[in-house]
């Protein structure tokens, strides 16, 4: 069986029901019919929200003619220099990066105190936040660069998936940005630049490989072919395992202003991981796919009814099963691999938030030495969201 033959090119960020989606759009469409308001709210059930089609025309006219992946009056350029912009979520961030990998200049601005008391993401906050920092923060990275916006090659800027609303902010100031100085727009996927920023970091890393991608929205296990080129093994029905830990560090009453992951983290280093016998998700599912909302549920009515719980041991507990499903799934994925093409995939690419969790680097390095593979983890400050992955 070929990798491709898996039938899923291009799907990060997508859920299931895709192929049912295209049978309600052309039902929707047949004989002119007109869409009404309700099956256009259908048919984008489960699709990831980016900055809306009402600009994909706009970016096609301004890329077209000017640059595309490797090609273009640009490609092959060795001291290509690209802005990059990252308004996703709840971090405004923005890089300098030149062809090589080297980051000239990068500057990051976070929300996390302003949204510390709401347990959460406020969409509305955020885009407000976004709209205030973003011409400071592309200023200071481009400061750091020591560069003028003529010195920059091409503008690229996230699009999707994210919160729409804060990626809009992102999307205008790339659009500006490239009118104003007649630079080539980029519109780049936000779960890929996670993917990929690993090559920026090893130059000598090839393609394929596997990506394991964990992060507060998302969860999934994937194989890279090439750039764009994906085959999807797994992923998470619910819950993903960033959130698990978010949900689990607000429900301890931990102070989440520098993540509910790195708080929980820290709290558990103090605990009995195996004071609870918390339920192991999916352990008899021969799969590559995750779940996260029934130990996340456990977790919260151990909190609820045990008067005498230590929330060291709840913590450190609820660490331990996270990643051991996630590790029992991996492990499935790796024998996959082994067993559909033996020695042709030999390296896993460990991307997003929660990658910078010690425990789980920990025990992705016994996974790997146990299967001889090679295990790429970036620094823990470029795990997060930032500017350099959507440059690179």
């Given at each position: 069986m070929s990798w491709l033959s898996i039938g899923f090119l291009?799907?990060?960020?997508?859920?299931?029901?895709?192929?049912?989606?295209?049978?309600?759009?052309?039902?929707?469409?047949?004989?002119?019919?007109?869409?009404?308001?309700?099956?256009?709210?259908?048919?984008?059930?489960?699709?990831?929200?980016?900055?809306?089609?009402?600009?994909?025309?706009?970016?096609?006219?301004?890329?077209?003619?000017?640059?595309?992946?490797?090609?273009?009056a640009l490609a092959g350029k060795k001291d290509l220099v690209v802005l990059g912009i990252e308004t996703s979520c709840d971090d405004t961030a923005a890089a300098v990066v030149r062809a090589d990998g080297t980051v000239l200049g990068d500057s990051v601005v976070s929300q996390h105190e302003i949204h510390q008391q709401w347990g959460g993401v406020v969409p509305n906050l955020?885009?407000?936040?976004?709209?205030?920092?973003?011409?400071?923060?592309?200023?200071?990275?481009?400061?750091?660069?020591?560069?003028?916006?003529?010195?920059?090659?091409?503008?690229?800027?996230?699009?999707?998936?994210?919160?729409?609303?804060?990626?809009?902010?992102?999307f205008d100031a790339a659009k500006e940005f490239c009118e104003t100085h007649e630079k080539p727009f980029v519109a780049v996927n936000h779960l890929e630049g996670h993917c990929v920023l690993a090559r920026m970091l090893h130059r000598d890393l090839e393609y394929p490989f596997l990506v394991v991608l964990v992060s507060g929205g998302h969860c999934q296990i994937l194989v890279a072919e090439g750039q764009g080129i994906y085959a999807l093994l797994g992923g998470t029905l619910d819950d993903a395992i960033g959130e698990a830990y978010d949900k689990t560090a607000r429900l301890l009453g931990l102070n989440v202003g520098g993540g509910g992951g790195p708080a929980?983290?820290?709290?558990?280093?103090?605990?009995?991981?195996?004071?609870?016998?918390?339920?192991?998700?999916?352990?008899?599912k021969k799969n590559c796919n995750l779940s996260y909302a029934g130990l996340k549920n456990a977790v919260r009515l151990i909190a609820e009814t045990d008067a005498g719980r230590r929330s060291e041991d709840i913590a450190a507990s609820f660490q331990r099963v996270a990643i051991e499903h996630l590790i029992q799934k991996l492990r499935t994925a790796m024998n996959w691999c082994e067993e559909r093409q033996p020695g042709r995939v030999k390296t896993m690419v460990v991307c997003g938030g929660v990658a910078a969790n010690r425990r789980l680097r920990s025990k992705l390095t016994d996974v790997c030495s146990d299967f001889e593979w090679k295990l790429v983890v970036p620094p823990p400050r470029l795990c997060t969201d930032n500017g350099a992955m959507i440059a690179w």
């Amino acid at each position: 069986m070929s990798w491709l033959s898996i039938g899923f090119l291009w799907i990060i960020g997508a859920k299931p029901g895709v192929r049912r989606r295209e049978r309600l759009r052309a039902a929707c469409t047949d004989g002119g019919a007109v869409e009404s308001v309700r099956q256009r709210r259908r048919r984008r059930v489960g699709v990831p929200k980016g900055v809306g089609h009402q600009n994909a025309d706009w970016c096609a006219s301004l890329v077209k003619g000017s640059y595309a992946p490797g090609s273009g009056a640009l490609a092959g350029k060795k001291d290509l220099v690209v802005l990059g912009i990252e308004t996703s979520c709840d971090d405004t961030a923005a890089a300098v990066v030149r062809a090589d990998g080297t980051v000239l200049g990068d500057s990051v601005v976070s929300q996390h105190e302003i949204h510390q008391q709401w347990g959460g993401v406020v969409p509305n906050l955020a885009k407000e936040a976004h709209a205030a920092a973003i011409d400071g923060v592309v200023g200071k990275a481009l400061q750091k660069a020591e560069m003028n916006p003529e010195h920059v090659d091409a503008v690229a800027v996230t699009t999707g998936p994210g919160l729409e609303i804060c990626l809009r902010i992102g999307f205008d100031a790339a659009k500006e940005f490239c009118e104003t100085h007649e630079k080539p727009f980029v519109a780049v996927n936000h779960l890929e630049g996670h993917c990929v920023l690993a090559r920026m970091l090893h130059r000598d890393l090839e393609y394929p490989f596997l990506v394991v991608l964990v992060s507060g929205g998302h969860c999934q296990i994937l194989v890279a072919e090439g750039q764009g080129i994906y085959a999807l093994l797994g992923g998470t029905l619910d819950d993903a395992i960033g959130e698990a830990y978010d949900k689990t560090a607000r429900l301890l009453g931990l102070n989440v202003g520098g993540g509910g992951g790195p708080a929980l983290e820290q709290l558990a280093l103090n605990g009995d991981e195996n004071a609870y016998d918390l339920p192991m998700p999916m352990r008899d599912k021969k799969n590559c796919n995750l779940s996260y909302a029934g130990l996340k549920n456990a977790v919260r009515l151990i909190a609820e009814t045990d008067a005498g719980r230590r929330s060291e041991d709840i913590a450190a507990s609820f660490q331990r099963v996270a990643i051991e499903h996630l590790i029992q799934k991996l492990r499935t994925a790796m024998n996959w691999c082994e067993e559909r093409q033996p020695g042709r995939v030999k390296t896993m690419v460990v991307c997003g938030g929660v990658a910078a969790n010690r425990r789980l680097r920990s025990k992705l390095t016994d996974v790997c030495s146990d299967f001889e593979w090679k295990l790429v983890v970036p620094p823990p400050r470029l795990c997060t969201d930032n500017g350099a992955m959507i440059a690179w």
